[in-house]
């Protein structure tokens, strides 16, 4: 016995089918929503402007001091000199080696001078 289809159990297919694939598609669609409307906001986009902020700064106190003159410690005659005329002065003050090598000792301990010696304790029995 075959069974014959009508054109009332293919409208019922056509009509299923379509319901199933518009549920799978309405399905898609809130997912796709859900996804873009939720998603938090990068969290290294700050991070990245606040660097690059931070570099542009960097970069531009390293270019005033390479072209500049400026006191590192007036007290102790220490100056910042640009890079150019550091080594014209190193050159030149290197032709004679001995009393280069005495002149840099004698500016790294005024440089570097020793800290003073901490007070002695005092005795809570005297």
């Not at 694939?21 to 402007?49: E, S």
């Not at 001091?65 to 220490?78: E, P």
């Not at 100056?79 to 280069?100: F, G, S, Y």
Request: no cysteine; hydrophobic share 45%.
């Amino acid at each position: 016995m075959t069974m014959q289809t009508g054109p009332i159990d293919k409208l019922k297919v056509t009509v299923w089918a379509t319901a199933i694939a518009g549920t799978f598609l309405l399905m898609a669609i809130l997912i796709w929503a859900m996804y873009h409307y939720t998603r938090p906001d990068d969290l290294d986009a700050a991070r990245v402007q606040e660097r690059y902020r931070l570099l542009e700064e960097v970069r531009a106190a390293d270019a005033q001091l390479q072209g500049h003159y400026a006191w590192r410690d007036r007290d102790k005659g220490l100056v910042i000199l640009p890079i150019e005329r550091a080594l014209e002065l190193t050159l030149q003050e290197w032709q004679n080696p001995a009393a280069a090598r005495s002149n840099l000792v004698a500016r790294v301990e005024k440089a570097v001078e020793p800290p003073p010696p901490p007070p002695e304790p005092v005795n809570p029995y005297e």
